[in-house]
């Protein structure tokens, strides 16, 4: 029974779960209006019937006290035969009087309307007695009335007492029918009030039901086909055979689905296409990108942004703050969570990176907004290597810093020796002016070096393209050891030249290789002491000639040698001399020079797709050598003589 009893609750909690809110609030306003008309119903029903007893009671009452007043003194005399038939013309007379007793002061019932029978005094005569009331007052003289329920409907009794001379000789029970009119119109306002109720509620659930299978199923379909197409399934649709406004609302939303599924089909391709070609756009910028939502987690990042920070690991739908190096943690936290929430637009910072390589980065932070420009959709990173930039200014301010000092010192001793020609020129002697004079001019022709040495290395670090062509090394290196013979000649140092026999051209530009020659040679003069020697050698490479013989299709080398036997370079100090106004002589403190000698020769060979390399023992010499690719002809092939280091058929000149 309980397990019946707990189905029909689930099956009624069920189906009162398929209501709406307001078919929900509908069936309980129902509820509260049958409830009340209900209670009023009753109410009044219950005020008629009230009122009925209360009618009957009174005339109960007055109909006791008017037959009491008549029988008592027949009982005082003992006429009964008077008394009943008094009592029954009086039983006659009415009919709402169902019975009356009559009873001594013992209580013994003596005679009785309508069923009154003569006694027989024997021994089988049965005693009646009239069962009063615990709390009647037998010797008062007001009657008490009272009523009952029996078989046939609720009775009103009256007993009232039988005196007369003041003596009580017994009690007159009166038996009141109810009204009959005030019954049958009470039934009836029960009865209608009843159906009314049950027909209320009959029509509730009739309805409820009608609205499940005709409202609400229907609603709930909608509901359901409106999120899936909300979550992007085109392909919902709705198929209940009603009528009416949903049937319109069910055909409109099938309608927009279908419309929506073409439009989805018609421009996947396109939407397909923009989105790779964001990708492909993000994916090849120079600069890092990555797209964060406001939770700080990555959305996208392209390949520069992982290279700058490292990043092999996929970081999409990762917290970017648990993946940036500590420098940029720290300095980006805060500003990230002010722009998420609102209260910055944009940042931008310079950070060092340790990791994967020592670079410089600088970080700009923007805010994407949606296309109401109301709310933040994101943040977007843009990550910017400046290293080059950032050495390329230390390198600007060095120069400038370099050039200003090396350009002071040449100017100051040309402005002081003329002025004091210009003071005091008629005090010195000839000796002394041409002396002043040689000076400044020695001075000058320093500050022209330098000025000519910048023009250089600035012409070669820009974006000049030089016309390179055949160049025969063995005129520009005896060139070069014609100009430098007569230095080489007073520091009593030998200058030698060893150049292999028939050397091809090589592809370059004649005046630039001249100028490395000088430089590199001019160098080597500098820093080897009387009775050294500087050798200049070029030769095929021996890899060149085997892959002449296999025709093989990469370029043919030779190489250029200076060698010297001067002081030597510290290896400390072997990657510095390249750089801009570094001296060797900065550390002897013995010789002069602009510094910009080494990078003016190491900018023109990269002119040449090479390399320049240094050999270097200090107190043993210096050998710089750097490569240079052959020249070639639409010619065929020609096998090339071989020397690895010093050739024994190569031409020995010594100057």
């Not at 970081?315 to 929430?341: C, D, F, K, W």
């Not at 020695?442 to 016309?467: A, F, G, K, M, P």
């Not at 080897?528 to 013989?549: C, D, F, M, P, W």
Request: glycine share 4%; with cysteine; aromatic share 8%.
């Amino acid at each position: 029974m309980l397990a019946f009893l707990k189905t029909i609750r689930e099956v009624l909690a069920h189906w009162w779960s398929e209501f709406t809110l307001q078919t929900k609030l509908m069936a309980v306003a129902t509820l509260v209006v049958s409830l009340v008309m209900s209670g009023l119903t009753f109410w009044a029903v219950n005020t008629i019937q009230q009122d009925a007893r209360l009618s009957d009671t009174r005339f109960g009452s007055d109909l006791g006290l008017l037959l009491a007043s008549n029988v008592a003194p027949l009982i005082a005399e003992d006429n009964l035969t008077e008394v009943a038939q008094f009592s029954q013309r009086f039983y006659s007379s009415t009919s709402n009087v169902r019975y009356m007793l009559y009873a001594n002061e013992a209580g013994k019932i003596f005679l009785g309307v309508p069923f009154w029978q003569p006694e027989v005094q024997n021994s089988l005569t049965i005693e009646r007695r009239i069962q009063l009331p615990e709390n009647y007052p037998a010797s008062s003289d007001l009657p008490m009335v009272r009523q009952h329920l029996t078989p046939d409907g609720e009775v009103t009794d009256v007993f009232v007492p039988l005196i007369h001379d003041g003596k009580y000789l017994g009690v007159l029970a009166i038996v009141i029918n109810p009204n009959p009119t005030v019954v049958t119109s009470s039934n009836l306002t029960r009865d209608v009030t009843i159906a009314v109720f049950v027909s209320i509620w009959v029509m509730v659930i009739l309805g409820a039901v009608f609205n499940a299978l005709t409202i609400t199923k229907p609603i709930k379909e909608l509901l359901v086909g409106v999120k899936n197409i909300a979550a992007g399934n085109f392909k919902q649709r709705i198929d209940l055979p009603l009528g009416s406004e949903l049937k319109e609302l069910i055909f409109s939303f099938n309608e927009m689905a279908e419309r929506l599924e073409r439009y989805e089909e018609q421009n996947i391709e396109e939407l397909t296409a923009e989105k790779a070609k964001l990708e492909t756009l993000v994916s090849t910028i120079a600069d890092g990108a990555v797209l964060l939502d406001t939770n700080m987690q990555v959305i996208l990042v392209n390949p520069t942004a992982r290279r700058i920070f490292g990043w092999d690991a996929d970081v999409v739908g990762a917290n970017v703050l648990h993946h940036l190096p500590q420098s940029g943690q720290i300095e980006l936290t805060r500003p990230l969570y002010q722009m998420a929430t609102g209260d910055r637009d944009s940042a931008e910072f310079r950070i060092t990176l340790t990791q994967p390589t020592n670079r410089t980065v600088r970080i700009v932070l923007t805010t994407v907004l949606d296309q109401y420009r109301e709310s933040i959709k994101g943040i977007a990173m843009t990550v910017q290597d400046i290293t080059r930039e950032v050495e390329l200014n230390e390198a600007k301010g060095q120069f400038i810093s370099n050039v200003s000092h090396e350009l002071r010192t040449p100017l100051f001793n040309i402005k002081s020796f003329i002025e004091t020609l210009h003071d005091y020129g008629e005090d010195l002697s000839d000796s002394q002016r041409r002396e002043f004079l040689a000076t400044a001019n020695h001075e000058t022709d320093r500050l022209t070096r330098l000025v000519n040495d910048v023009l250089d290395l600035s012409r070669l670090e820009s974006c000049r393209i030089y016309h390179f062509d055949a160049v025969e090394l063995a005129q520009a290196i005896d060139q070069t050891l014609r100009t430098y013979q007569l230095n080489a000649k007073d520091k009593g140092i030998e200058l030698v030249q060893e150049v292999a026999s028939d050397l091809p051209p090589v592809l370059g530009h004649y005046d630039l290789l001249l100028q490395v020659l000088a430089n590199l040679v001019g160098n080597a003069l500098k820093f080897t002491k009387t009775g050294g020697k500087v050798v200049i050698r070029a030769y095929l490479l021996k890899n060149s000639q085997e892959q002449s013989h296999n025709h093989h299709t990469s370029p043919l080398q030779v190489r250029l040698e200076i060698s010297d036997t001067g002081i030597g370079i510290d290896p400390e100090d072997q990657e510095a001399i390249f750089e801009r106004f570094f001296r060797v002589e900065n550390r002897v403190h013995t010789l002069e020079g602009t510094g910009l000698g080494l990078s003016i020769v190491r900018n023109i060979i990269d002119k040449h797709h090479s390399t320049v390399h240094l050999v270097s023992e200090v107190g043993v010499g210096t050998t710089f050598w750097f490569d240079l690719t052959i020249f070639q002809e639409e010619v065929p092939f020609v096998e090339l003589p071989v020397i690895d280091a010093a050739p024994e058929d190569a031409t020995v000149k010594v100057l």
